[in-house]
């Protein structure tokens, strides 16, 4: 029985690891053992999955991207070209810390910008969206748009990535897809 996935022939694949139907995997990349890689993915060029990462269904890896161990991505993320992340708080080359390693929880919908860097053992919220070249450095709520180093909020986005603007209620309605959004003590929820 063939794969269910496509493997362009300048990439490798160290077994044992999961790989989901639908999923593309393209030039000079590399998926190391014990790698999990959801269904429907698209793994750009130049790109390392790290042994124990796992990836959601439907995640968008840009090019020149390193997964670490540690790293969980849920279902829709997206990881722009060159964005980082870590996996130790304080690396030394002559110090072994791979029992250190930290967990970072990338969530569903949750989109990552060029060049940005995810300092390990943080939660990305839901949805969030983290713009180019933004070094975050704790903890996102869900929706957030971040900025900056560090980065810092300076709004809030729909989950199909546009822009809100909350009245003095609190409320907001996306100029696009009509989805509507209650913000109550900072935080943002989509109303049902």
């Known amino acids: 029985m063939g794969k269910d996935y496509f493997v362009h022939e300048s990439s490798y694949i160290d077994e044992p690891c999961q790989i989901g139907t639908g999923t593309k995997i393209w030039h000079f990349s590399h998926i190391m053992p014990g790698a999990r890689v959801g269904e429907s993915c698209n793994i750009g060029q130049n790109v390392v999955i790290s042994s124990g990462v ?41 110090i072994e810390r791979k029992t250190e390693y930290k967990t970072t929880l ?13 300092i390990c053992g943080n939660t990305i919220g839901r949805y969030a969206l983290i713009g180019a070249g933004a070094v975050v450095s704790k903890d996102i709520p869900d929706y957030a748009l971040l900025v900056g180093n560090p980065a810092r909020i300076i709004g809030y986005v729909c989950k199909c990535g546009e822009r809100l603007a909350f009245n003095e209620a609190g409320q907001a309605q996306c100029i696009v897809c009509a989805a509507q959004y209650m913000k109550e003590n900072e935080v943002v929820r989509e109303v049902l």
């Open 54 to 94: 796992i990836l959601g269904n439907g995640v968008k890896i840009q090019n020149n991207v390193s997964v670490y161990t540690g790293v969980i991505c849920e279902d829709d993320v997206f990881l722009g070209p060159s964005c980082v992340f870590t996996n130790v708080i304080n690396p030394r080359s002559f």
């Open 106 to 118: 990338i969530k569903r919908g949750a989109t990552i910008g060029a060049n940005a860097t995810i």
